[in-house]
């Protein structure tokens, strides 16, 4: 499954902060993804108010790219303007997180049946020893590693379809999956370290249709994964 850092149990549980809110995307960008996923697993719940202050001073960023990211989050439907009030949390419903993965594992499939004529066998050998290690990382519990592991591997798929824009299409409807909270999310690691082997047996064999299929059951499986963490935390409306 397509990648970041995690934690929330309950709706409105706090993640552990990354020691650097760093990157290469502007500041306004990395704020909206930050609350993005957040609205995703309930730390910002629905209904509520996202003060400007109060993320600036625990994000360590002024307030300035805090209200940018607010005005991109409201573009999008994520959150709600009131005039003298602020932004207010859009609800979350089971539609919303089935349409975002139904998109891409479309798109994600798309590349993989490109990129089945792409991957020669040394670099399929070379993502089978990535895939193992990040078995090996499952079973240990190390869901940090496989969540890196497996970015690697979907990283290497997609560049190889030779795909720019649809890989940029694809990024867009990642950036609304909670990857920081990749750990969390029950089944996740799992998923990682089993949906793979079809995925990898139709690149072997260079069949572009077993593979678009293989990879899109993969990514539904993860939206499923999801939707049901969502509704247990009683996140979803």
């Keep these: 499954m397509p990648t970041v850092a995690r934690d929330p149990e309950r709706p409105g549980a706090q993640p ?6 760093g990157g290469k995307q502007q500041l306004s960008e990395r704020v909206a993804a930050y609350v993005r996923e957040g609205i995703m697993v309930g730390q910002f719940p629905a209904g509520e108010f996202v003060r400007t202050e109060h ?13 940018e990211a607010l005005m991109i989050l409201h573009s999008e439907g994520s959150v709600r303007w009131e005039p003298r009030r602020g932004y207010r949390v859009v609800p979350l419903t089971r539609r919303d997180v089935q349409d975002l993965f139904q998109v891409q594992s ?21 993502l089978d020893e990535v ?9 240990r519990g190390d869901t940090e590693l496989v969540d890196s592991l497996n970015h690697e ?13 649809m890989a940029s299409l694809l990024n867009l ?47 539904q499986h993860i939206g499923e994964l999801l ?8 996140i979803l409306r």
Excluded: C
């Design 227 to 234: 939707v049901e963490h969502l509704a247990r935390q009683g």
């Design 173 to 219: 409807t990642v950036s609304y999956v909670p990857l920081r909270f990749f750990g969390r999310i029950d089944g996740w690691a799992s998923a990682s370290a089993h949906d793979h082997a079809a995925i990898f047996t139709a690149l072997r064999a260079r069949d572009a249709d077993a593979a678009r299929e293989a990879m899109r059951g993969h990514i």
């Design 131 to 139: 895939q193992a290690r990040l078995g090996v990382a499952e079973r």
């Design 55 to 67: 993320l600036a001073a625990e994000l360590g960023v002024s307030q300035t790219p805090v209200r």
């Design 16 to 21: 552990q902060r990354r020691a650097a809110f």
């Design 106 to 126: 479309f798109i994600a499939g798309e590349l993989a049946a490109r990129a089945a004529a792409g991957l020669d066998d040394a670099e399929l050998d070379r």
């Design 153 to 165: 591997i979907h990283r290497t798929i997609n560049k190889v379809s030779d795909s720019l824009r």
